[in-house]
């Protein structure tokens, strides 16, 4: 990583942020993984989650005043601070609801989404700590022709489906 990258910037708020660590950042290198598994230990043992996400999987982010947020998971990965040790970290792209009239799909009833372009939601890297449950929503995307497994086009919405859940 450069030290003048958004990642740099975003990786140096995040510790302050998490871990309250101010320094300059010795090491640049980053480990890139394709998922992650965790656990997440709860005081009683039978409320423990395992959380495992992937890369392009989409995550629920409670935001202080604003409820749930939604963003997409654009990568996974590792750095070591000056103290040697090592933390896990997620880099997202936040989603927005699209507004007006386009942003309800009627054959589908339910609401778009697409990625943040504003400037307003700059932060971008948080400790995988902040993630502490499965995604509960689900997200289908609006595919154009252009979209691959793994790789969608990510200028066409995406339909928050809540109706599943309904369903039960
Ligand atoms: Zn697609």
């Not at 927005?96 to 990625?115: A, R, S």
């Not at 022709?145 to 039960?168: A, K, M, R, T």
Request: glycine share 4%; net charge negative.
């Amino acid at each position: 990583m450069s030290t003048d990258g958004v990642i740099y910037n975003g990786l140096k708020i995040a510790y302050k942020d998490y871990f309250n660590f101010l320094e300059y950042l010795h090491h640049k290198k980053l480990v890139y993984f394709n998922y992650i598994t965790y656990k997440v230990i709860s005081d009683d043992e039978d409320e423990s989650t395992i959380i495992r996400i992937h890369v392009g999987d989409i995550i629920e982010i409670e935001v202080e005043n604003e409820g749930t947020s939604y963003a997409i998971v654009k990568a996974i990965f590792l750095h070591t601070y000056n103290n040697d040790k090592t933390y896990p970290f997620y880099f997202v792209n936040w989603f927005e609801k699209v507004k007006g009239k386009n942003g309800f799909d009627t054959l589908m009833m339910c609401q778009k989404y697409k990625i943040c372009t504003e400037r307003e939601r700059y932060l971008n890297i948080f400790s995988i700590s902040l993630v502490t449950s499965m995604p509960k929503t689900h997200f289908v995307h609006q595919c154009a022709d252009n979209c691959l497994i793994g790789g969608h086009d990510l200028s066409q919405p995406y339909l928050l489906n809540e109706f599943f859940y309904n369903v039960i």
